[in-house]
Every structure is written in structure tokens, then in C-alpha cells.
């Protein structure tokens, strides 16, 4: 626990400015077992700062991805629809680079195996590097090859040397959640062919900030990217992104493909370029820009402890739906209980029967809506609002509606139609 001024983890330069500040939470994924109800529970600091020399959002390392990562109760496989983009992304990047039983295709923070199992259904070698060993077991049961670790140095330069350097190397969602970013990325400089790619996929800062997405800041994610310095970060370590992509994923996401500095093969898509100049445009170059989002999420606050008070008040019932980590961020810093939400519903058996983090609202298999009935739905992981709305449907036998409190509180019917709240 650090008490002098934070600095830059890229740059080093003092940060001076507060993006926004979340008050004190729990580890957003640290689901509370019944056993442990009554006992303290730690709370850090969610407190974010923007650099302003490079502009990169982040959060200090209150602590260490050890107590975060060695047991994640996330499996990435309990969404339909992450399955069908790592499926799609597969189907994508082999045919652009001619991947084959020849090739290697290495992902960090491979998870359950949700992505590599493609590539190993297409005969393609693989292996997963993952922290978290319960989840690394999960996908070497689906004969996807794992180790569990967390990628340094050391490691990428053993690696290299037992098994040569990757044609094709993946990091989705795992940028952010490096607190040593420098040595990160020059991990997997080591790790990466004269000639190969990497490609990584995560949480774009601009879309974050038009929408609002405040909740999904939490103590696993150190950092929070703009093309523009994810450029410089990688170009640091003689890394060039020379295309990018934008996906509706996780609430709009980049995919940057990098390659070597010196890997004169694959010229820089004007794509790049026109992603930077849109950002400049969008002000991500200008501190002023960064200040206005703190009002923005406190006002978010306000409405939705607004909505449930009048529903509550109406005596009406309230339940989430999922439990992800956004919905923790979200719940303790609205200070939402199960005063105001009964309980929450989670498809990942390891949740069910646990408690949220802070908030400790109860967390059940999905079955329990229907044996409930209640009026609302808040739908916590809101990026996968569609999904679940058409999962839930049945809510319209009783007149139950979804409520989804990102980028604003809205209120959909049963058939997923936006509703005005006439409350
Ligand atoms: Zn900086």
C-alpha cells in the first residue's frame, strides 16, 4: 500500500487529476461464501487519475493481481455471445494469416479456453498462459494446453526457449489488468516471431467515457486505453500497431494488431490513423475533456437511487440479473443492498449460492426469477443486455420489465422494446 503521490504506470510522470473517483469497494470479483457473511470484508480505494502527459487512466495498484487472479470466478464460457466472437475472431485471423498445424498460436490470460479451443478444433498448435489455475483446469479438460502463470519476463524468454516465439500471439482483456505494463508488453515482445502478430482486444476509453460505462472500473483493471496511447506504449518497446479494429464487445472495444517495428511486411492501415485523428476529435488529447466524466457518473447515481425509490416505494419488487463485475462496482457505488434488489440470478454455478461482494445481496441460479415473479429485472452486465432479454422473455407473463442502469436508467418491456417510464 503506497501513500506518496502516484505516478504514470507507463510514463512516470506524478499524477495530479482525478478521472473519478469510485469512494471504497470490495474486490469486485470476490464473491462472499455464506461461511464468511460476518467476517470484515476488505475494501481499496477506487480512485482513477489520468496522466497528463500520455493521457492513460488508470488506477493504483491497491493490490496485487496474486490475491486477484490465483482463483477468478470468471469463465469466460458462460456467455453465448463472447463464444460466438472468439469464434468469429478465429475464423477471421486464420484465413488473414495463413495459420496451420505449422503455426503457433499462443494467448495470454487464455481463461477456460473459450478462443484457443477453435484453433485446436482446426488442428492448430496452441497454448494458454493463465493465472488463475481453476480456470486453467477447466480448459486443459477441454484439451486446450495451458500453464499457469502470469506472463513477466523470465517467463516469455523460457518459453521462447522450450518452444520458439509465436506466429500468432493474443492477449483479450488482460492489457488492463497489468499493473507492470512496461514489462508486459515487452513480454510479449520476447514472445512474438521476427514475423509474427499480435493481436489484443480491450475496453476503448472513448467509448467508456461517451458511455458512461463507469462500472466497468474496477481494482482488476489498472488501466484504461485510447489508441493513441496504447500506441506509444507499444512503440516503447518497438512495437507497431499497424491495424485496428472497433468491436461492439464489452461496451465497444478496440483489437490492435501489432508487429515489430522492423517487420517492414505488413504496412500500417490508414485505419490507424484515421482512429487517432477521431479521438483527437473527440478531445482525448485534452485534459478538460477527462474532468467533465465525474459529474457525468455522479448523475447516474442520483437517477437510478431515484428509480428505485419510487419503485420500492410503489412496493414493488426488484431482482439483478447477473453478477458480474461491473454490477459490483456499480451496486456499492449507488449503495445498493438488498434493500433495494432482493437478489441477483447468475448462469456460473461457482457464483450461485454465494453472496456479491459489499453489497452481500444473495446470488441464485437464473430458475428463480420465474419462481418469483418480480416486477423489474435490473440487468447488470448491460453489454449483453440483448442476450438476456430474449433469455428472459417469460418475464412478460407476469408484466415483468428489465431495467438496464448503463449509459442511463432505461426500462425495456418483456419483449425487449424501450419503454417510456411513466412513473
Ligand atoms: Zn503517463
Redesign the pocket.
Known amino acids: 500500500m503506497k501513500n506518496v503521490t502516484p505516478i504514470?504506470r507507463?510514463?512516470g510522470?506524478t499524477l495530479k487529476h482525478t478521472f473519478v473517483d469510485l469512494g471504497m469497494q470490495p474486490l469486485c470479483e470476490s464473491y462472499v461464501g455464506l461461511d464468511q457473511l460476518n467476517r470484515m470484508e476488505p475494501f481499496y480505494p477506487l480512485h482513477t487519475y489520468v496522466?497528463s502527459?500520455?493521457f492513460?487512466v488508470q488506477l493504483e495498484e491497491y493490490v496485487s493481481p496474486e490475491e486477484i487472479f490465483s482463483e477468478y470466478a470468471y469463465f469466460s464460457s458462460y456467455s453465448d455471445q463472447w463464444l460466438e466472437h472468439a469464434k468469429n475472431y478465429v475464423e477471421m485471423i486464420v484465413d488473414r494469416l495463413g495459420l496451420n498445424e505449422r503455426s503457433q498460436v499462443v494467448e495470454v490470460a487464455s481463461n477456460d479456453g473459450y478462443l484457443l479451443q477453435y484453433f485446436v478444433e482446426r488442428g492448430i498448435p496452441v497454448l494458454g498462459v493463465e493465472p488463475a489455475a481453476n480456470v486453467a483446469e477447466a480448459a486443459v479438460e477441454k484439451g486446450v494446453p495451458t500453464v499457469v502463470e502470469f506472463l513477466g519476463l523470465r517467463f516469455a524468454r523460457e518459453l521462447v526457449a522450450k518452444r520458439g516465439g509465436a506466429d500468432l500471439l493474443i492477449g483479450n482483456n488482460v492489457l488492463a489488468q497489468v499493473p507492470g505494463l512496461n514489462e508486459f508488453v515487452a513480454s510479449m515482445k520476447i514472445l512474438l516471431k521476427p514475423s509474427g502478430v499480435i493481436t489484443m482486444e480491450f475496453p476503448h476509453l472513448a467509448r467508456l467515457m461517451e458511455g458512461n460505462q463507469f462500472d466497468t472500473i474496477y481494482h482488476e483493471h489498472f488501466s484504461y486505453f485510447s489508441l493513441s496511447t496504447v500506441e506509444r506504449v507499444f512503440e516503447a518497446q518497438s512495437l507497431r500497431i499497424f491495424d485496428v479494429e472497433e468491436l461492439p464487445t464489452h461496451g465497444g472495444s478496440l483489437r490492435i494488431y501489432a508487429r515489430h517495428v522492423g517487420d517492414g511486411s505488413k504496412p500500417v492501415s490508414f485505419r490507424v490513423a484515421d482512429l487517432r485523428d477521431a479521438e483527437r476529435a473527440e478531445g482525448l488529447m485534452d485534459l478538460e475533456t477527462y474532468f467533465l466524466f465525474a459529474e457525468k457518473v455522479r448523475e447516474t447515481k442520483r437517477s437510478l437511487l431515484d428509480f428505485l425509490i419510487r419503485v420500492k416505494r410503489g412496493r414493488k419488487s426488484v431482482v439483478g440479473y447477473g453478477a458480474p463485475g461491473k454490477g459490483n462496482t456499480l451496486l456499492n457505488y449507488c449503495g445498493i443492498r438488498s434493500d433495494f434488489l432482493d437478489y441477483t440470478v447468475d448462469r456460473n454455478p461457482y457464483k450461485q449460492g454465494k453472496f456479491l461482494p459489499g453489497t452481500h445481496i444473495p446470488i441464485f441460479g437464473p430458475g428463480k426469477i420465474e419462481e418469483t415473479k418480480p416486477d423489474y429485472v435490473l440487468i447488470l452486465p448491460w453489454n449483453i443486455k440483448g442476450e438476456i432479454m430474449r433469455q428472459l422473455s417469460y418475464i412478460g407473463d407476469w408484466g415483468g420489465q428489465f431495467v438496464v442502469p448503463i449509459p442511463k436508467v432505461t426500462l425495456y418491456n418483456a419483449n425487449g422494446i424501450e419503454i417510456n417510464d411513466s412513473n
Do not use: K, M, S
Request: with cysteine; aromatic share 12%; net charge neutral.
Open positions: 504514470c507507463f510514463c510522470t496522466c502527459h500520455c492513460l
